[in-house]
């Protein structure tokens, strides 16, 4: 029997999407984001299936130093940087790049400036997100000191990042893209600014590197869309089992606090998966889950280590049966809009009790 909750990993799904990548961005290079332990789907095997990928970029030093020391050589950029010392000390070790946001972080390459070793930095423009990097005169000011430090490898690389890329009809991707555009047009380094959903939703963005994450999963940017879509298939498929099949009587409620009562007779399954598992716990009834392949609803409250679904449609269903929770045949993308989320915090979600595996129970 195939154990509880578990998720089967699509490492050949997730070549097709980086084919797919290349297909909507044919002369640029890709840096693969990885970060999140690659958005929850484990960061080596990731990597391992995407050595076409020309880098990784992950949010933070330690995730850098993990794939380093899983003996991956591509480049590799922390997209946060470091805060310290001892933080820029293990990209050096490690030979990372490093994105570079905040003066502080000047200040502290300034001190390293004897330093025999050369640091790859992409320095980074705030257009609009407002969350890191330099904005307007700020960033040519940047761009001016570094420029003579000899710990810094030159041309300087020029990255930026959407804040609305998303939204189609949002003309600030437009006013971002211009203004990164305005700033670095003197400067010969290499330029990075579009995320999976610039790279399908803004075709004509000019950057020598995209960044694609969640494409590379095989989901959508877009809302209301699927990766099928835009020609991606899932890389996550995670799965469980019925572990118990019952019959309630009309009038009787299921699960904490009672949240559905039975209209009438109704044949009931217990799945084991949860939010223990990462199945989250607003998902609301209704929520399609697959039983031996066909669409049953959610029914009551998701607990923590189990989910209850209406069998009504499936007179045959049986302990032991294989359920899927997403993935091949339900989107996760129609699971997010019944749990008032996005793909992102899903795939993120899935936690330590949940198996991994690369190839599918039979
Ligand atoms: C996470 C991230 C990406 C990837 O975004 P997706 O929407 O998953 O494609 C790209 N660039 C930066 C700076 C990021 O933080």
């Known amino acids: 029997m ?10 050949q799904a997730a070549r097709h999407n980086l084919q797919q990548v290349k297909r909507y961005a044919p002369d ?20 391992e299936a995407l ?29 946060q940087g470091f805060v310290c010392h001892n ?29 025999k070793r050369q640091l790859r930095i992409w320095l980074k423009m705030d ?14 000011a940047a761009y001016q000191q570094l420029s003579h430090s000899p710990l810094i490898q030159q041309p300087i690389n020029l990255i930026s990042h959407f804040a ?61 869309k699927t990766g099928a879509d835009f020609g991606l298939k899932p890389v996550m498929n995670l799965h469980s089992r019925l572990i118990a099949v019952k019959n309630v009587a009309a009038g009787e409620t299921v ?10 007779d109704t044949r009931l399954g217990v799945v084991s998966i949860g939010y223990g ?4 716990r607003h998902t609301r009834s209704g929520a399609p889950v697959l039983v031996n392949g066909q669409r049953v609803p959610l029914i009551g409250r998701v607990s923590m280590d189990m989910i209850t679904v209406d069998l009504s449609s499936q007179a045959n269903a049986k302990i032991g049966d294989p359920v899927t929770l997403w993935g091949d045949g339900l989107a996760i993308e129609e699971v997010a809009h019944f749990a008032d989320t996005i793909p992102y915090t899903l795939l993120c979600g899935i936690t330590q009790r949940v198996q991994i595996v690369e190839h599918p129970y039979t």
């Not at 257009?127 to 040519?140: H, I, P, Q, S, V």
């Not at 893209?177 to 963005?205: K, M």
């Not at 598992?277 to 989250?280: E, K, S």
């Open 51 to 79: 050595t076409e990928a020309d880098g990784f970029a992950v949010a933070r030093v330690d995730e850098g130093v993990r794939l380093r020391q899983a003996g991956f050589n591509q480049p590799i950029t922390v997209l």
């Open 87 to 115: 933080e820029l000390e293990l990209i050096l070790q490690n030979q990372l790049d490093s994105v570079i946001h905040n003066p502080d972080q000047i200040e502290i390459l300034q001190q390293h400036a004897s330093d």
């Open 127 to 140: 257009t609009g997100m407002n969350r890191l990097g330099f904005k307007g005169a700020e960033f040519n």
């Open 255 to 264: 699960g904490y606090s009672g949240t559905w009562q039975a209209p009438s």
């Open 28 to 47: 640029n290079k890709i840096m693969a984001v990885i970060k999140a332990n690659a958005y929850g789907h484990g960061i080596s095997r990731i990597a």
């Open 164 to 224: 609305n890329a998303d939204d189609l009809l949002d003309d600030k991707t437009r006013q971002q893209v211009e203004l990164f555009n305005q700033a670095t047009t003197d400067y010969p380094g290499q330029r990075s600014i579009a995320n999976s959903a610039g790279i399908i939703g803004w075709p004509n963005v000019n950057s020598d590197w995209v960044r694609p994450g969640l494409m590379l999963y095989g989901c959508s940017p877009f809302a209301g």
């Open 2 to 11: 195939t154990p509880a909750a578990y998720v089967h990993l699509d490492l």
């Open 277 to 280: 598992d990462g199945y989250h």
